[in-house]
């Protein structure tokens, strides 16, 4: 039983340290929730575009690390399509730890080049808390481990720039530009940096002779400098008269390998990923993934019933 307890704290103090050097969650349905990484994506389907993401990993495990996020955006009709708002909830938990953000953001698309240039801005509001009741220590008196629960709080800013093209897209992001400082309790001990976090994104789709058939692929790469991560994701998509389906498999160079399948049901965009680590933990111990969304036209000047469909093409 002891040896249980120190391979679930030894695996869950590894995620917590990448979780530090890695602020953000890395979902790997990341091309499904582009708002979460840019805020100039914000608004750019022209339509409203609410996505979800839950994701638990390490199966298995005591206090296993889970996330969930919920973004939506739309653009300003009574301004101008060229407008897009949005806002998002982060809720993700890594054992004692909870980190919670919300945020709201503006982003502006200009046409260029034959595509779309786009930039966005948004403002953030960091909540972090520790549950100190749930530690085991000898030393009750450190004040390095607090023994209840404490809380911080942080406002931070973040800032992206995109450019879409007829079938695929580029961008590149600043997140926590302010790099701020989360105080828990009253105790300075108790007190962390949220690092600047940089993100470059890119997809392109590959049309096959068949055109109900097509490849998407995307990327992501993010760094804080010191820490990165990268993921490559290729999807092949069946875009049918009676629905759309996918299946798809990512890479994650010496984190994890994942498998993807999905489809957009009368406007529902539902998606399944299961990430298998390279290292460290065991092929059944990986992440469950589940992402939702929900994509439809809403227009406030017309007469009749909204016409409902998915417009994401990677």
Avoid at 190 to 203: A, D, I, K, Q, S
Avoid at 210 to 219: D, F, G, I, R
Avoid at 259 to 275: P, S, W
Wanted: charged letters at 15%; a neutral charge; hydrophobic letters at 40%.
């Amino acid at each position: 039983m002891r040896s249980h307890k120190i391979l679930c704290l030894t695996a869950l103090l590894t995620f917590a340290m990448q979780a530090a050097a890695q602020y953000d969650p890395a979902f790997n349905h990341y091309w499904a929730l582009q708002s979460l990484y840019n805020p100039a994506a914000s608004g750019l389907s022209g339509q409203i575009n609410v996505q979800g993401g839950y994701a638990l990993q390490m199966m298995g495990y005591t206090h296993a690390p889970q996330t969930m996020v919920v973004t939506a955006d739309l653009p300003l009709w009574m301004i101008g399509p060229a407008h897009g708002v949005g806002a998002g909830f982060v809720n993700d938990k890594i054992g004692l730890f909870e980190h919670k953000k919300f945020y709201i953001e503006y982003a502006y698309h200009q046409k260029l080049w034959g595509g779309r240039l786009s930039a966005g801005v948004r403002g953030a509001m960091l909540a972090e808390s520790f549950d100190g009741t749930g530690l085991d220590v000898i030393d009750t008196g450190d004040p390095a481990f607090p023994t209840s629960e404490v809380n911080g709080m942080a406002f931070d800013v973040e800032a992206g720039l995109r450019y879409d093209g007829k079938s695929w897209y580029v961008g590149a992001s600043g997140l926590h530009l302010l790099a701020p400082t989360v105080k828990l309790g009253d105790s300075k001990a108790n007190e962390f940096e949220v690092p600047r976090t940089y993100y470059l994104t890119g997809g392109y789709n590959i049309r096959l002779k068949n055109p109900l058939l097509k490849v998407q692929t995307s990327a992501i790469l993010r760094t804080d400098l010191t820490n990165w991560r990268g993921d490559v994701t290729a999807r092949l998509a069946y875009n049918g008269p009676k629905g759309k389906m996918y299946v798809g498999m990512g890479y994650s160079p010496t984190i994890s390998t994942s498998v993807f399948i999905g489809g957009d049901f009368h406007g529902v965009q539902l998606g399944y990923a299961y990430e298998i680590f390279t290292s460290g933990v065991g092929a059944l111990q990986g992440t469950h993934e589940i992402s939702l969304g929900y994509t439809t036209d809403l227009d406030l000047f017309k007469k009749g019933k909204n016409r409902h469909q998915s417009v994401r093409i990677l």
